[in-house]
């Protein structure tokens, strides 16, 4: 079966430079959530999409902007890049309303 | 404000042996709890849910666990781990509107030969 596909697998950036990470849902799926999750720690909810709007914000630094394309797919952009950026970036799929969602296998992004 | 403990960081048990991983809530109404499992490198894998209704439910990989709502507890059991279980376990909850999930502090499990 399809699942979410996040892409790159592995990013390394400069501090101050910008990063996109993508997110292709599981098919018909209609909701997207963005997670990242530090070096030891549980992952924190970022942003969500439903149908291309923006459904629910945690938290989410304002250096980083998402949005959710007409074909589903999602983009995560980050700017001016800190050491603290550095962790696993999670995206994840659902159907809006079962309340389940599907996970990818993340972006590590690193920040030198 | 919805939140999760998991009071266990680490836990070893020996193959073969049976195992319950701990989950404490909080959440102004009925909750969505979930489980889910991270393998190094890996993304998280739901192992199983509650959502209502009978409070044992089975999951995946013959995982179960038991809603308690008088205890705030949603405890993960297996009565017989495999080496292959070894792997960082997480309890979450969601909440009604589907929107977010907050996630425990996770439980490494390693499986002793």
């Known amino acids: 079966a399809a699942g979410v596909i996040q892409s790159p697998r592995h990013l390394i950036k400069e501090k101050r430079e910008t990063a996109t990470l993508k997110c292709y849902p599981i098919?018909?799926?209609?909701?997207v959530y963005w997670y990242q999750q530090g070096p030891g720690q549980d992952p924190q909810f970022l942003i969500s999409?439903?149908?291309?709007?923006?459904?629910d914000k945690g938290s989410i630094p304002d250096r980083f902007s998402a949005q959710q394309f007409s074909d589903y797919h999602s983009e995560l952009n980050m700017s001016s890049l800190e050491l603290g950026d550095s962790a696993l970036y999670f995206c994840?799929?659902?159907?809006?309303?079962?309340?389940?969602?599907?996970f990818g296998a993340g972006t590590r992004l690193s920040v030198l | 404000a919805q939140s999760v403990t998991q009071p266990d960081i680490h836990i070893t048990v020996s193959e073969g042996a049976s195992l319950e991983l701990r989950c404490n809530y909080s959440?102004?109404?009925?909750?969505?709890l979930f489980w889910y499992v991270q393998s190094p490198g890996q993304g998280l894998q739901l192992l199983l849910k509650?959502?209502?209704?009978?409070?044992l439910v089975q999951g995946i990989k013959g995982f179960e666990a038991e809603f308690k709502r008088s205890q705030s507890s949603f405890n993960l059991r297996k009565p017989s781990v495999h080496w292959s279980d070894a792997a960082e376990y997480f309890c979450?909850?969601?909440?009604?509107?589907?929107?977010?999930?907050?996630f425990g502090g996770g439980t490494r499990l390693m499986v002793k030969p």
């Open positions: 994840a799929s659902g159907v809006a309303g079962r309340n389940i969602q599907y």
């Open positions: 098919p018909r799926h209609d909701t």
């Open positions: 999409f439903y149908e291309k709007m923006q459904s």
């Open positions: 959440y102004g109404a009925t909750p969505y």
């Open positions: 509650y959502f209502s209704g009978d409070t």
């Open positions: 979450a909850v969601g909440n009604n509107a589907g929107n977010m999930l907050t």
